[in-house]
């Protein structure tokens, strides 16, 4: 039997495809990998504890890495795959796949939320716990994953102030709380004075016309968040969703300021 590092050795550099060797050997050498990873697939499945949530370990597939279906080990062709094509059953959740993946939109600044909240609406739909109760509890289990999952991918890129966040972190940048290290004094000025007015207004219209403004200057801040990503430069769209985090701020503070008058 093939060791596990002698097939990765094979899978990663591509012996198989290597035009030295004779088609016999190659297709004795393909039977072998083969058969050793279908052995260690078998060592790898997790022993019945009870606990049939459990995701486990992946499947693993000759020539490269690839997924199967926990239940019938069909190949799984869609990247994300909610369900298996051959028995349909519900799947585990995504592994390293990206909130724009799962909800199919392009990975834009500026996508478009209307397509975004179709799809998530579909998944919802196909995925909702109510959909797998007569199913079994492992079902149930990546059914509530899966759907806890898309709910987080949609809240995430719903926002701007939370999308332009989150495609920082997919390149490796965050904004750590508590940092005004991006905010000047100027913005620190203009801000207090929004929130001293903010705090002394006395009629809805008042807070509306800060509203109008607080939203105006995110607007223009995503225009400017959206040419910084397209360009490249992180940093500066770092600085800008710093900014636009405190403005979003003040536009919460405005609903609930208006809130208070109903």
């Known amino acids: 039997m093939l060791r596990v590092n002698t097939l990765r050795v094979l899978c990663r550099t591509g012996t198989l495809l290597q035009t030295g060797w004779s088609l016999k050997d190659r297709q004795s050498l393909s039977r072998a990998v083969t058969c050793a990873l279908q052995s260690l697939q078998q060592q790898f499945v997790p022993q019945d504890r009870g606990d049939k ?35 349909e059953v519900v799947q585990p959740p995504p592994e ?10 392009d990975c834009t600044f500026t996508l478009d939320t209307l397509k975004l909240q179709k799809k998530y609406l579909q998944l919802q739909r196909l995925l909702h716990p109510d ?8 079902e149930q289990g990546y059914s509530e994953s899966q759907s806890a999952l898309v709910n987080k991918a949609y809240e995430t890129l719903l926002k701007p102030l939370s999308r332009g966040l989150y495609m920082l972190e997919l390149q ?14 100027e913005l ?28 105006g200057k995110l607007a223009d801040l995503t225009e400017q968040i959206d040419t910084a990503l397209n ?7 770092k600085a800008l969703l710093t900014k636009m985090k405190y403005f979003a701020n003040i536009e919460e503070k405005v609903k609930e300021k208006l809130s208070s008058f109903m």
């Open 53 to 87: 949530r459990d995701v486990g370990v992946r499947h693993l597939c000759t020539a490269q890495v690839c997924l199967t279906c926990w239940n019938c080990q069909h190949p799984l062709k869609q990247k994300p795959a909610f369900f298996c094509e051959s028995c």
């Open 96 to 105: 390293d796949t990206s909130y724009f993946s799962i909800l199919e939109c």
């Open 131 to 138: 959909n797998f109760s007569q199913k079994s509890e492992r």
């Open 172 to 185: 490796g940048l965050n904004i750590e709380e508590g940092t005004d290290s991006a905010v000047n004094s």
């Open 188 to 215: 620190l000025m203009e801000l207090m004075e929004i929130n001293e007015a903010l705090d002394a207004v006395e009629t809805p219209q008042e807070a509306n016309e800060i509203g109008q403004d607080t939203k």
């Open 231 to 237: 360009k490249g430069e992180l940093q500066t769209a």
